[in-house]
């Protein structure tokens, strides 16, 4: 029988992995966890220091887009959120994903768990 996947999206990176962890205490093999983005990034492991004016743009600050250019940063600063707009009525992104492969029959208990700890599923 074929194999499904769940795919579950958290806030929380604590919160996706204590769902993972979870998950793989009942028994689950496959489970994985990955951050995802709407935005380039293409050089994460540069530390960005805003109190010496070390980042590329405000973007880079508030929504961790590195490696992008000057014009890129421009545009993505006027996005809610980098700019505070706290009460913009836009989808908010949730950047944690966890997939889970599971057989059919399995598939509503790993929903019932990951829903537990927070996801959108």
């Known amino acids: 029988m074929a194999q499904r ?5 958290f806030d929380s990176e604590t919160k996706a ?9 009942q028994g689950y093999e496959t489970v994985q ?4 983005s ?3 990034d293409n050089n994460t492991d540069d530390v960005t220091n805003p109190l010496t004016g070390d980042f590329a743009s405000l973007a ?5 887009t590195g ?14 959120d980098a700019s505070g707009l706290a009460d913009a009525e836009i989808p908010r992104a949730t950047p944690f ?8 029959r399995e598939v509503d208990g790993a929903v019932q768990t990951l829903k537990q700890y927070g996801a959108r599923v």
């Open 38 to 40: 709407l935005f380039p």
């Open 60 to 64: 880079n600050l508030t929504m961790d």
């Open 5 to 9: 996947s769940v795919l579950a999206y």
């Open 97 to 104: 994903l966890v997939t889970v492969v599971c057989e059919p």
């Open 33 to 36: 966890i990955d951050r995802i």
């Open 67 to 80: 490696g992008i250019g000057n014009d890129e940063g421009i545009l993505l600063a006027a996005h809610p």
């Open 17 to 25: 992995a204590e769902a993972a962890a979870e998950l793989k205490n």
